[in-house]
C-alpha cells in the first residue's frame, strides 16, 4: 500500500492524494507571484518610456491647424492674385514643379542629414530664391510688384520649446 492517504479538497472537486494537492496549491501560488512581479515590472517599464508632452499655450489651442495647399491650388491663387495668362501659367507650373523636384533630391541625399538645421534652412532658402527669380523673369513689372507683395518677409520669431 503506498504512504499517500486519500483526501477530498473542496476546491479541486475531485479526489486527490495529500501530495498532488500541495504541489497543485504551490504552482497555483508560484504562478500568481510570477504574474504580480511581471504586472509591476511592465508597468515600471512603462512609466519610464512615456515622455511628457509640451503643453499647447492657449494660442495654439485656438487656432486650427491650416491643411496644406496642392500645387494646384497654389498656382491657381497665385494666377488668380497676379492676373497670369495661360502661357505664364504654365510656365509658373514647370517652375513649381522644378522647385519640388529640387527640394525632395536635397532632402533625399545623404549630405542633408549630416547638416545642422541652419545650413538645411539655407540650402532650402536658396532653392526659393531661385525659383523665385525664375518666376520674376517671364512677369510683367505690374506682376512683379504684386510677386514681391506676395512673397514673405521671413517668419516671425517663434518660441522653440526645448
Keep these: 500500500m503506498s504512504n499517500s492517504r486519500i483526501v477530498w479538497h473542496p476546491t479541486v472537486r475531485t479526489v486527490r492524494t ?9 504552482s497555483k501560488i508560484s504562478l500568481i507571484v510570477v504574474m504580480i512581479l ?10 519610464q ?15 486650427p ?4 495647399m496642392t500645387q494646384e491650388e497654389r498656382i491657381n491663387g497665385i494666377a488668380t492674385k497676379l492676373g497670369l495668362n495661360d502661357d505664364q501659367k504654365a510656365k509658373l507650373k514647370a517652375v513649381f514643379k522644378d522647385e519640388s ?10 549630405e542633408f542629414s549630416s547638416l545642422t538645421a541652419q545650413e538645411k534652412r539655407a540650402k532650402l532658402a536658396k532653392i526659393r530664391q531661385d525659383a523665385s527669380q525664375k518666376v520674376t523673369a517671364f512677369l510683367t513689372d505690374d506682376q512683379k510688384a504684386k510677386w514681391k ?4 518677409q521671413g517668419r516671425p520669431n517663434r518660441r522653440r520649446s526645448a
Excluded: V, Y
Aim: glycine share 8%.
Design 18 to 26: 495529500k501530495k498532488k494537492i500541495i504541489t497543485m496549491n504551490m
Design 38 to 47: 511581471g504586472g509591476l515590472l511592465g508597468m515600471n517599464a512603462l512609466g
Design 49 to 63: 518610456t512615456t515622455e511628457k508632452k509640451p503643453e499647447k499655450s492657449k494660442s495654439d489651442a485656438s487656432a
Design 65 to 68: 491647424a491650416k491643411p496644406r
Design 101 to 110: 523636384k529640387a527640394m525632395r533630391e536635397l532632402r533625399a541625399s545623404s
Design 149 to 152: 507683395e506676395l512673397q514673405p
